[in-house]
Nanobody, 126 residues
């Protein structure tokens, strides 16, 4: 499985960006797709997740309302729409696949995810 994230860039505070994650390879193994981010000097943190089958979503508490995760099964692509961006959202954003999550579970721990994309940098200026 290969994941390719794109859509990052430089944006002013209050602006918006949409990240994309294109998945190729053994897509039948996808259970949960997740977006994570790592800010400079900080640990990787869960941003949002979505069940490939059914589309149920989950968000980090602090981000729900500003960020929206979605998927387009026909395009094998997962999106992260980010609105009202703040300087503290500056980070490298990565998409990942959890192939082992059961039923409706969306796990937030990075160790649960088996495949990772290379990440895309989002920089929010004040």
């Amino acid at each position: 499985v290969q994941l390719q994230a794109s859509g990052g860039g430089l944006v002013q505070a209050g602006g918006s960006l949409r990240l994309s994650c294109l998945i190729s390879g053994r897509t039948y193994s996808m259970r949960t797709m997740g977006w994570f981010r790592r800010a400079p000097g900080k640990e990787r943190e869960f941003v949002a997740g979505i069940k490939w089958s059914g589309g149920r979503t989950s968000y980090a508490d602090s981000l729900e309302g500003r960020f929206t995760i979605s998927r387009d099964a026909a395009k094998n692509t997962v999106y992260l729409q980010m609105n009202d961006l703040k300087p503290e959202d500056t980070a490298v954003y990565s998409c990942a696949i959890d192939t082992r999550a059961i039923h409706s579970v969306i796990r937030s721990g990075p160790d649960n995810y088996d495949y990772w994309g290379q990440g895309t940098l989002v920089t929010v200026s004040s």
